[in-house]
């Protein structure tokens, strides 16, 4: 009798076996599709890559090149007019064909296009809960955009905007102090030193610093008053911080029965929030690409743990914010109390989690986007002092009367200029530059002439919208705010086609109308008072994780003479 079990003689142990195995695996899972094309896509170009495997798309992003990749594809394959469609098709998965046309955006994201979000879209809540942001379910979306579409109509907007101007007048405060540092200098003080967590140096007459930090404290402050009640306190501490619950299993526990004193009634702690939002964006726009049974495994990577990590932080905010906003019954109108008031078929209110998820939503929704259009505009402006003198001209014409260093919404929304230039700086920067991916409904849909079975992938590239010559003219990447107001007739038409923001349709942005406000109101009021140079003529350095956030941008302001 043996003493060993052989029964494992049979499997061979060296390294060919295993590579042959993965080999067939491989082939099976990716080439059979491939060469069987069950979705019909084999004549659309693309990278070979991506037409056989899902890890193009997550690798380009890892990469941080997801709308310039996109977008130069676009340009590659138009050159090569053997294909199809001569560049406005690109495959870039497997399932996945890339539009790059404005008479797509009607078809793949409009009312009666029947398409549906993507699986990318479940990575992005934390929340076993849905949002409207992540929901992929086009009743439960109907539901909660009956609910919050209210919130952001131009008069519930409007009567937002006394709420806002007290961090409107603390960002020009907090700049104005900054400023305070120049005068200080020239009295023999220091020439460089900290405000909270922002690094500032005297030269040249004018105080420098990253003002990036700077948008996101004021528009993560406002859009915590405008939601729970109250902001989170970073721009007057000129800090990235905010308290969160620990637990967020514990935190949701104690939403019945929340203490009226203000204190939370579960163990929490601070948090660095808009670090953690860039780790975690990073992370989930890899991940949202990758197939299900990848996701679990490239989440745990240590590479990744920064991300990982950050998830269950800012569900700790979300939880956090509401908790806090509860314990306040007397707490004045807010977002948050159209969400509790809301009833779902039942008569059901939205469970904890809901909530949750919904505020988590209108957080990062709010305010990172507002943040990072606000700093690129400033960039753009920063770099043009043509059209930084030019805007100002209007600014001083507009505001001579007012008496006010916040501008009034009602002088400054309809100022040409000012208008051609937010205008410009959304269509440049392109703060969501990818193609949202939307999923062919049954029955297919048709687009350009060219019919899409159910189950493919379909986006339009937003970046490259914003930058195809053909529409915008040879000076497409050029910050040119004028090519706003001279256009006419078909030429303004084709440029409004393409000019997309916000998205179009169903899933476009609920919070368009606060964030054109906000973006015309500090824009206005930082450039009237201030004149802001670059430290030199650098690229905007940027995070392209489905949002695009400039990772900094240092600016010297000079007090203007007003
Ligand atoms: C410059 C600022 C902003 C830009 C560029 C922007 C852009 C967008 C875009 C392109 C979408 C569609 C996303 C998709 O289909 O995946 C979207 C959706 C959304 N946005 Fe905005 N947004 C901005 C500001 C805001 C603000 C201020 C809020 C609210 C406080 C907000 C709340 C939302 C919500 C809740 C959705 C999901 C809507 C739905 O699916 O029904 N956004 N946004």
Redesign the pocket.
């Given at each position: 009798m043996s003493l060993v079990d052989d029964t494992t003689a049979h499997v061979p142990s060296y390294p060919a076996f295993w590579i042959a195995l993965i080999a067939i695996t491989v082939f099976a899972v990716q080439f059979v599709p491939y060469l069987l094309d069950p979705l019909g896509l084999s004549s659309f170009p693309g990278p070979v890559l991506a037409k056989f495997s899902n890890v193009w798309l997550p690798w380009i992003v890892s990469q941080n090149r997801w709308s310039v990749t996109v977008d130069q594809l676009h340009r590659k394959y138009g050159k090569t007019l053997i294909y199809c469609g001569a560049g406005t098709f690109v495959r870039l998965a497997p399932n996945h064909v890339s539009i790059a046309h404005p008479a797509a955006l009607p078809a793949v994201y409009g009312h009666s296009s029947g398409t549906l979000?993507a699986p990318l879209?479940d990575v992005f809540g934390p929340f076993r809960a849905r949002s409207?942001?992540s929901t992929r379910s086009r009743t439960e979306?109907a539901r909660?955009?009956r609910i919050?579409s209210p919130m952001?109509s131009p008069q519930s907007v409007r009567a937002l905007e006394g709420t806002t101007r007290v961090h409107h007048s603390d960002l020009a405060s907090q700049w104005d102090n900054l400023y305070s540092y120049v005068k200080q200098a020239e009295n023999g003080g220091s020439r460089e030193g900290m405000l909270g967590e922002s690094a500032w140096k005297v030269e040249d007459g004018r105080v420098w610093f990253d003002c990036m930090p700077w948008f996101n404290y004021w528009s993560f402050d406002t859009?915590g008053d405008?939601?729970f009640g109250a902001p989170f306190g970073m721009l007057l501490a000129a800090k990235d911080t905010a308290r969160v619950a620990k637990s967020v299993k514990a935190g949701l526990a104690t939403f019945g029965t929340v203490s009226r004193t203000g204190e939370f009634a579960f163990e929490t702690e601070e948090i660095p929030v808009t670090k953690l939002l860039n780790k975690r964006a990073e992370l989930v726009a890899i991940l949202g690409w990758l197939p299900k049974y990848w996701q679990s495994i490239v989440g745990t990577l240590a590479v990744f743990s920064g991300g990982s990590n950050a998830s269950p932080k800012l569900a700790g905010l979300a939880v956090a914010s509401v908790a806090k906003r509860l314990s306040n019954p007397q707490a004045r109108e807010d977002m948050l109390n159209r969400l509790l008031d809301a009833r779902d078929d039942n008569g059901e209110p939205m469970s904890p989690e809901e909530l949750s998820a919904e505020a988590m939503?209108?957080i990062i929704?709010?305010a990172d986007?507002?943040a990072n259009?606000s700093c690129a505009t400033t960039y753009y402006l920063a770099r043009n002092q043509r059209v930084q003198a030019k805007l100002q001209a209007e600014l001083d014409e507009a505001l001579k009367a007012v008496d006010s260093e916040v501008a009034l919404y009602d002088a400054v929304k309809y100022l040409p200029y000012l208008d051609a230039v937010v205008n410009e700086g959304?269509r440049l920067h392109a703060?969501?530059g990818a193609g949202?991916p939307r999923v062919v409904p049954e029955g297919g849909i048709t687009v350009l002439g060219h019919t899409f079975k159910e189950g493919t992938c379909v986006s339009v590239p937003?970046y490259y919208l914003h930058r195809d010559e053909s529409i915008w003219g040879a000076n497409a990447t050029e910050f040119y705010p004028e090519r706003w107001l001279d256009a006419t007739g078909e030429r303004k038409k084709a440029m409004l086609d393409a000019f997309t923001?916000?998205?179009v349709g169903?899933?476009?942005?609920?919070?368009?109308n606060?964030?054109l406000m906000?973006?015309h109101i500090v824009i206005a009021t930082l450039f009237r008072r201030f004149n802001v140079v670059l430290e030199s003529d650098y690229s905007l350095p940027v995070q392209d994780s489905f949002v695009r956030k400039p990772r900094w941008c240092a600016i010297g302001i000079k007090l203007r003479k007003l």
């Amino acid at each position: 009798m043996s003493l060993v079990d052989d029964t494992t003689a049979h499997v061979p142990s060296y390294p060919a076996f295993w590579i042959a195995l993965i080999a067939i695996t491989v082939f099976a899972v990716q080439f059979v599709p491939y060469l069987l094309d069950p979705l019909g896509l084999s004549s659309f170009p693309g990278p070979v890559l991506a037409k056989f495997s899902n890890v193009w798309l997550p690798w380009i992003v890892s990469q941080n090149r997801w709308s310039v990749t996109v977008d130069q594809l676009h340009r590659k394959y138009g050159k090569t007019l053997i294909y199809c469609g001569a560049g406005t098709f690109v495959r870039l998965a497997p399932n996945h064909v890339s539009i790059a046309h404005p008479a797509a955006l009607p078809a793949v994201y409009g009312h009666s296009s029947g398409t549906l979000k993507a699986p990318l879209y479940d990575v992005f809540g934390p929340f076993r809960a849905r949002s409207i942001f992540s929901t992929r379910s086009r009743t439960e979306h109907a539901r909660k955009r009956r609910i919050e579409s209210p919130m952001f109509s131009p008069q519930s907007v409007r009567a937002l905007e006394g709420t806002t101007r007290v961090h409107h007048s603390d960002l020009a405060s907090q700049w104005d102090n900054l400023y305070s540092y120049v005068k200080q200098a020239e009295n023999g003080g220091s020439r460089e030193g900290m405000l909270g967590e922002s690094a500032w140096k005297v030269e040249d007459g004018r105080v420098w610093f990253d003002c990036m930090p700077w948008f996101n404290y004021w528009s993560f402050d406002t859009i915590g008053d405008l939601a729970f009640g109250a902001p989170f306190g970073m721009l007057l501490a000129a800090k990235d911080t905010a308290r969160v619950a620990k637990s967020v299993k514990a935190g949701l526990a104690t939403f019945g029965t929340v203490s009226r004193t203000g204190e939370f009634a579960f163990e929490t702690e601070e948090i660095p929030v808009t670090k953690l939002l860039n780790k975690r964006a990073e992370l989930v726009a890899i991940l949202g690409w990758l197939p299900k049974y990848w996701q679990s495994i490239v989440g745990t990577l240590a590479v990744f743990s920064g991300g990982s990590n950050a998830s269950p932080k800012l569900a700790g905010l979300a939880v956090a914010s509401v908790a806090k906003r509860l314990s306040n019954p007397q707490a004045r109108e807010d977002m948050l109390n159209r969400l509790l008031d809301a009833r779902d078929d039942n008569g059901e209110p939205m469970s904890p989690e809901e909530l949750s998820a919904e505020a988590m939503t209108l957080i990062i929704a709010g305010a990172d986007t507002v943040a990072n259009t606000s700093c690129a505009t400033t960039y753009y402006l920063a770099r043009n002092q043509r059209v930084q003198a030019k805007l100002q001209a209007e600014l001083d014409e507009a505001l001579k009367a007012v008496d006010s260093e916040v501008a009034l919404y009602d002088a400054v929304k309809y100022l040409p200029y000012l208008d051609a230039v937010v205008n410009e700086g959304l269509r440049l920067h392109a703060t969501i530059g990818a193609g949202l991916p939307r999923v062919v409904p049954e029955g297919g849909i048709t687009v350009l002439g060219h019919t899409f079975k159910e189950g493919t992938c379909v986006s339009v590239p937003i970046y490259y919208l914003h930058r195809d010559e053909s529409i915008w003219g040879a000076n497409a990447t050029e910050f040119y705010p004028e090519r706003w107001l001279d256009a006419t007739g078909e030429r303004k038409k084709a440029m409004l086609d393409a000019f997309t923001p916000f998205s179009v349709g169903p899933r476009a942005c609920i919070g368009r109308n606060l964030a054109l406000m906000q973006l015309h109101i500090v824009i206005a009021t930082l450039f009237r008072r201030f004149n802001v140079v670059l430290e030199s003529d650098y690229s905007l350095p940027v995070q392209d994780s489905f949002v695009r956030k400039p990772r900094w941008c240092a600016i010297g302001i000079k007090l203007r003479k007003l």
